[in-house]
């Protein structure tokens, strides 16, 4: 059985808040009930973080950017699974070709 490992809150130095948390301290920063300092202080979040998300710095996905969008993932996985249903399912090779053909058609759309 695979465990999902999850770390204490307050054994590293990295990241020791929850999502929660930054939530309710940028909502107390935009409604100017704290200070940036102060809710970073409150909250014990560090004041770069708290900075970067009020102003909306670093918000994008942390790693490589993926060449297919969540919702073209999903429709890649609902196609295998219909085919999965109809009897052939598919093979890796199968789903390599379905993406070629998804990537081909989003470079030139007048191909369709």
């Known amino acids: 059985m695979v465990r999902k490992y999850k770390r204490?809150?307050?054994?590293?130095?990295?990241?020791?808040?929850?999502?929660?948390?930054?939530e309710e301290a940028l909502q107390k920063v935009t409604v100017n009930e704290y200070s940036l300092r102060k809710a970073a202080s409150e909250y014990g979040i560090p004041f770069g973080t708290l900075y970067n998300k009020y102003k909306g710095l670093h918000?994008?996905?942390?790693?490589?950017p993926t060449i297919f969008s969540a919702q073209e993932e999903q429709n890649l996985v609902?196609?295998?699974?219909?085919c999965g249903d109809w009897g052939y399912p598919l093979s890796k090779e199968d789903m390599c070709f379905l993406q070629k053909i998804i990537l081909i058609i989003k470079a030139e759309?007048?191909?369709i």
């Open 8 to 22: 204490n809150i307050g054994v590293r130095r990295y990241r020791d808040y929850t999502d929660e948390n930054l």
């Open 59 to 64: 918000v994008r996905k942390v790693g490589h």
């Open 78 to 82: 609902k196609c295998a699974a219909v």
């Open 109 to 111: 759309p007048s191909l």
